[in-house]
């Protein structure tokens, strides 16, 4: 499975962003089975986890974004969705979509800049 997140770009704080990740080589009936999440990795930090999204629709947010960010999924389209609104600059950093139960390659993400 390859997946390519895009969407990123720079924005003011207060603004939003909408990415998309999409999942290629795999078929429509095994990725609807995924949980899927949306990791954020800061400048010079550590991966994190900030949303993820069960086959089912349930979601679960970080602490961090919860209020401001919607994870949302197209399973007919191989698609996972993070909306980011109220950005701040701390938002900054390479977002990247995954399967947590059982990681995938990461694909090379997508760049988000939030400016104050």
């Known amino acids: 499975v390859q997946l390519q997140a895009s969407g990123g770009g720079l924005v003011q704080a207060g603004g939003s962003l909408r990415l998309s990740c999409r999942a290629s080589?795999?078929?429509?009936?095994?990725?609807?089975?995924?949980?899927m999440a949306w990791y954020h990795q800061a400048p010079g930090k550590q991966r994190e986890l900030v949303a993820n999204?069960?086959?089912?629709?349930?979601?679960d947010y970080a602490d961090s974004v919860k209020g401001r960010f919607t994870i949302s999924r197209d399973n007919a389209k191989k698609t996972v969705y993070l909306q980011m609104n109220s950005l701040k600059p701390e938002d900054t950093g390479v977002y990247y979509c995954?399967?947590?139960?059982?990681?995938?390659?990461w694909g090379q993400g997508t760049q988000v800049t939030v400016s104050s």
């Open positions: 999204i069960s086959s089912y629709g349930t979601t």
């Open positions: 995954n399967r947590p139960c059982s990681l995938m390659n």
């Open positions: 080589r795999t078929i429509y009936s095994v990725y609807s089975t995924y949980t």
